[in-house]
């Protein structure tokens, strides 16, 4: 089965609310694998979280990154493999408002 390449949520610009739903696939037919998560920095040095749970939820132990830094001008890059299903949200925020940009592509796969 060939899932078809997409840009999986993104691009968001991340806020204070660490509660904040970053991404979450509706539809009980499809299922996402995000392979690139890309955190962009526009200005001075910052943190991100990032949490894998219930929509507008950061429980712990649900924490994929929890204040990760990302230094002035720069930027942070995730590969990997993870399978996002309806019941899946990935949430989070910045430690300052609209520094940090968000962004993911991975493959979509039809149920």
């Known amino acids: 089965m060939a899932g078809t390449l997409k840009r999986t949520f993104g691009p968001l610009a991340l806020t204070t609310t660490y509660t904040t739903n970053v991404y979450n696939q509706t539809s009980a037919l499809i299922y996402d694998v995000v392979r690139h998560i890309h955190v962009a920095n526009k200005l001075a040095a910052d943190t991100f979280r990032l949490y894998l749970g219930a929509t507008g ?55």
């Open 57 to 111: 939820a950061n429980a712990a132990g649900s924490e994929l990154f929890f204040d990760y830094p990302v230094a002035a001008k720069q930027s942070y890059d995730w590969y990997g493999a993870m399978k996002l299903v309806t019941t899946d949200f990935l949430v989070g925020g910045a430690a300052t408002t609209l520094t940090l940009v968000i962004e993911a592509e991975g493959e979509q796969y039809v149920v």
